[in-house]
């Protein structure tokens, strides 16, 4: 069959045939944990390990240098659209490559401090500028290109441990921690410029968008604003005690002057974000391990109010709803989040997250969701001696509150959607990856994501979204 004419019918079967991809995803879930199984019963030894970074770091400097290189391309054909509008995912054919480059450096005193100062710059961008989508199918994309690719200020962080027992645990080295070593029982402080993303609604299996899923609301609860400028950063300060099952933290952070704005607003009298999450790590299956987070937060800021927006519109004072001429400073968003990780087998995990906020005041700092729900899963390849090689599957189904709904179909505009009408239907997303380790720290990965009703709107889509994402780890 000639490429194009099996390009055409692939597009058919996905715009046709949406019901046979969900019951095929689903099929994959039930089958992965059975296929691990008897990939586990056939290993007499755990595979050696391959180095992970290009260059190799040490375990007991002091210091630390490393760095990461993220390249994604992505693209869509055409796809079915009864009208756009000026913040809508482009009905035509089009393609972006985003990348992110990361210096990480950090130091190691002797106390169980350390502090950590990185550098960072986002160029390139994503399809349709990132507009259009709830769950935008690239979290590397920075929503202003106009911010530019120079270089900037990711991280400058201190970090404090202090002992409240004796026994220790191993700890990885990472470039967000360098330290090998942790008290069982301890309270740590951090403080500094971070994103709160590398601390709150963490999972191991659907959190990094350099080994694992691309999605904004695969990657982090959708429904969690969490306090970020445009870049996802933010300045704060965050206390964490541990203890061997269970944890709880609690961060206060700086939130944007205007929504998804470059701006950090510091008068915390008047903006803030307060965070708390508990991590129980109970034993549900033997020798398997479970962990649970629960998460909430309560944002306060110059917000929108979607009711006043509406109501201003109605009653002819604005030609149409414009959620930024109903701000008032000191309004509060708040919302609570699930998030669940278990491992099945030793090469089958499964995660779960639900999220939920108000959805009264305008979506400020992550994107345009009121409720998500995601479930996941991701298979090791150990079977075919390919330790680092992960195949990962993840769906979404993302919602907004019925007066978030009604003001986008009078026509009004988030910082993200506005097709100009609406007729609403949930933001249903599901993506696929296989991650391939090449060699070192050079890793490559085709991915596909496949939105029904993008932007919330039964009127347009579904499409897709095939990309590839070259990673490496320096």
Known sequence: MPSSKLFCYIRGLLILRPSLLLRSAILL?????????????????????APTTVFPHSDTAPWWVSGQINIIFQAHPDFHALYSGPHSLSAEGEHATSRVLTLYTGYEFKNNTEILFDLESAGGRGISDALGLAGFTNVDVVRNPSLGSAPYLARLMVHKVFALSNKEEKSDRTPTSLLTKLPERRFELRAGKLSMADYFDLNSIGSDSHLQFLNWTAVNNGAYDYAADTRGYTVAAM?????????????????PKV????????????????????????????????????????????????????????????????????RKQGRIKYGFGFNGEQELTKTVRAFARVGWNEGQNESFAYTEVDQ????????????????????????????????????????????????????????????????????RGLYFSPEIQWVTHPGYNQDRGPVIVPGLRLHIDL
């Not at 879930?29 to 390990?49: G, I």
């Not at 917000?303 to 149409?320: K, N, R």
């Not at 298979?379 to 599957?393: I, M, N, P, Q, T």
């Not at 933001?427 to 090449?438: Q, V």
Request: charged letters at 25%; hydrophobic letters at 40%.
């Open 29 to 49: 879930l039930c089958v992965l944990p059975f296929a691990a199984c008897h990939a586990q019963d056939d290993r007499s030894e755990e595979p050696p390990s």
């Open 239 to 255: 206390a964490e005690y541990e203890d061997h099952f269970w944890g709880v933290r609690f961060a206060e952070a700086l939130m």
């Open 259 to 326: 929504a998804n704005g470059p701006d950090l607003d510091f008068d915390l009298l008047r903006a803030r974000s307060e965070n708390i999450e508990f991590e129980l790590r109970p034993e549900l299956l033997q020798d398997r391990k479970t962990i649970i987070r629960l998460l909430s937060y309560v944002n306060h800021a110059n917000m929108g109010s979607y009711s006043e927006a509406i109501q201003a519109f109605l009653a002819g004072v604005d030609p149409v709803p414009t959620i930024e001429l109903h």
């Open 372 to 439: 998500t729900v995601e479930l996941g899963a991701d298979y090791r390849l150990d079977r075919w001696h390919r330790a680092e090689d992960k195949v990962g599957l993840a769906f979404i189904t993302n919602g907004i509150s019925r007066l978030h709904q009604l003001y986008l179909a009078l026509g009004g505009q988030g910082f993200l959607l506005g097709d100009g009408r609406l007729t609403y239907g949930r933001e249903d997303i599901l993506e696929t990856y296989y991650n391939t380790h090449l060699w």
